[in-house]
């Protein structure tokens, strides 16, 4: 089948491409519904990523959150019409010891294939999980980057001490909410404060503890271990703030992008004893322990939907451009298109 | 899945004569692995919406189209194969007729038409246009004219040349309300009847409303041996 591809040809041009869909056994495919930005999109919009990176990976479509319909599946996994989230990670091995997402060789959408940017996405079943009924459509479109947050709080469980009285969340953005949401659900004894620059923006994060500004941190507050989802160039203050505020033998989190490498004070790492991961992505486990989370904390997905931005409707291409460039304004919140292309 | 009396309709009545030397239908050519035909039944296929894909032939190649489909397409049991008539119209006819006697018309079934020399329809376009036809009984895919009109009836001076801000260029899909499209085709005259080249026009002729839909400039028909290559320069991409 002749599948329109919708590829990011160079900064801020989009254009539509053609290409064979094989259709077998093997795949079921997808109508996506519901797609949304991320920042990782923008910087190949923009331009942004480094000219080489950009040389190497245009043309190529983006998006990586996204939603869809089960239009066709010869698998017989799924009834046709079946709602379901896409995994944009798609690995081609399997490694006791390493997750799919940290494989080199895994392939991801959006950065080393085409994203979800598509008339039709083809994928193995194991690729796709259902939705829970009723769900608000426009907030599940960007179920991958709660997945995420889901990801490194799993992985948080596993490597930190369990003196887990009080958890900072640095960060007052998307992935700021989301994080300290999920982390008040997953765990619910722990207080989860939030430091961050905005007040007004930080208000929103209602079911948190306390909030703080960065330039204002009381000098007795303890925290016993810290989550950075700044990114970018604040990243170094972000986590120097947490090395100095955090409690000795605590676990930093980083989840933050930065283009550049990011200066860190190693001295008092070594002396406070602290355990620093990075997390990225995530796989198929944490979809669906994610969507068990949804299925026992509804309030969830409602809360989720609060920081839902601008929808767009798609009908042509130049409505793409337009949601991305809307996008790059917001203060916060997600860009959602609504895809009718 | 609920009946849902959608039903794709896709016509490879021509056999092609206008693509040059060519031993088989248009319809048959190959872009990319497949014949255009496989690509264009792919598309309907795709789409839950519709409850049987009627493809209608030319007798002689009935047999042929039956054994491609079936090599070529995935879950292909929800394809019919039947013969088409002496025009674009009267195979439209078989179309409802088949629908009719194998599974029932009333006034709601719905018929997309669309060539099956233009397998870069999209999934937008096929839905809209059951939409509209849901809606208002019938309408007909199209483009924006980028080129001027020029009208002449001698053929040899220009008649007139219409503003070009309100002229299109007509595609497919045409979708109807498919009991309604044939009781007024059976309504005309055979001479009526016979300069019709298109379904839209028959709703126009008898001042019937025709919605239109948003084509696309790629949604191209093979029809010249230009247009091949022009198909296979837009299936550019490796998948």
């Known amino acids: ?341 | 899945m609920e009946k849902t009396n959608i039903y794709g309709v896709v016509l490879a009545g021509g056999i092609g004569s206008r693509m040059g030397n060519v031993e088989k239908p248009k319809q048959f050519m190959e872009i990319g692995k497949k014949p255009i035909i496989i690509h264009t039944i792919e598309k309907f296929v795709m789409n839950p919406q519709f409850e049987r894909i009627i493809v209608l032939s030319p007798r002689q190649w009935i047999k042929y189209t039956q054994d491609t489909i079936r090599k070529y397409v995935l879950q292909c049991e929800k394809i019919d194969v039947i013969q088409g008539g002496d025009t674009r119209n009267e195979t439209i006819m078989n179309a409802i007729d088949h629908i009719e006697s194998a599974y029932g018309l009333d006034e709601e079934t719905i018929i997309v038409t669309h060539d099956s020399v233009r397998p870069f329809v999209t999934h937008r376009i096929l839905e809209d246009n059951i939409r509209l036809a849901q809606k208002s009984g019938a309408c007909d895919t199209v483009i924006p004219a980028t080129d001027t009109i020029v009208e002449s009836c001698n053929h040899q001076t220009i008649t007139n040349i219409p503003d070009r801000a309100n002229m299109y260029q007509g595609q497919t899909p045409q979708s109807f309300k498919a009991k309604k499209l044939r009781d007024i085709y059976s309504s005309l005259s055979e001479s009526e009847k016979k300069i019709l080249t298109d379904a839209c026009k028959i709703y126009v002729l008898k001042g019937e409303k025709v919605e239109l839909a948003d084509g696309e400039v790629f949604n191209i028909k093979i029809t010249y041996p230009h247009d091949l290559r022009m198909a296979e320069a837009l299936l550019g991409g490796e998948a």
């Open chain 1, 1 to 341: 089948m002749l599948n329109t591809v919708y590829q990011l040809k160079a900064p801020r041009q989009f254009e539509a491409v053609f290409k064979d869909m094989e259709l077998d056994e093997k795949h079921l495919v997808v109508r996506p519904t519901h797609l949304s930005i991320c920042h990782a999109d923008q910087r190949y919009y923009q331009g942004t990523r480094p000219e080489a990176v950009m040389r190497a990976k245009l043309p190529m479509a983006l998006i990586h959150e996204g939603i869809g319909k089960v239009v066709f599946d010869p698998t017989g996994t799924y009834q046709i019409g079946t709602e379901v989230v896409m995994i944009p990670n798609h690995p081609s091995e399997e490694d006791p010891y390493i997750a799919e997402n940290y494989l080199r060789s895994t392939k991801f959408c959006g950065s080393s294939k085409d994203g979800f940017m598509q008339e039709y996405v083809s994928l193995t079943p194991d690729r796709v999980v259902k939705l829970p009924e009723g769900i608000d459509k426009v907030t599940a479109a960007f179920t991958e980057i709660v997945s995420v947050s889901y990801h490194a709080i799993s992985r948080f469980q596993r490597f930190s001490h369990e003196r887990r009285d009080a958890i900072g969340v640095w960060g007052d953005g998307n992935l700021g909410y989301i994080t300290s949401l999920l982390l008040k659900k997953m765990l619910p004894d722990s207080k989860i404060y939030i430091f961050g620059v905005n007040r007004e923006k930080m208000n929103d994060f209602s079911f948190a503890d306390d909030a703080f500004l960065v330039s204002d941190i009381p000098e007795d507050l303890k925290i016993d271990h810290a989550f950075e989802c700044v990114g970018g160039n604040a990243s170094a203050k972000a986590i120097d703030q947490i090395i100095d505020t955090i409690m000795p033998e605590g676990t930093i989190s980083i989840l933050g992008v930065s283009e550049d490498p990011v200066p860190i004070n190693t001295r008092m790492v070594l002396e406070k004893g602290l355990h620093i991961f990075g997390s990225s992505r995530s796989g198929r486990a944490d979809y669906e322990g994610l969507m068990d989370l949804y299925e026992k904390n509804p309030d969830i997905p409602s809360y989720l939907e609060n920081i839902v931005g601008t929808q767009f409707v798609l009908h042509d291409i130049k409505d793409i451009s337009k949601a991305f460039e809307t996008d790059i304004h917001k203060m916060i919140g997600k860009t959602v298109m609504i895809w009718n292309e």
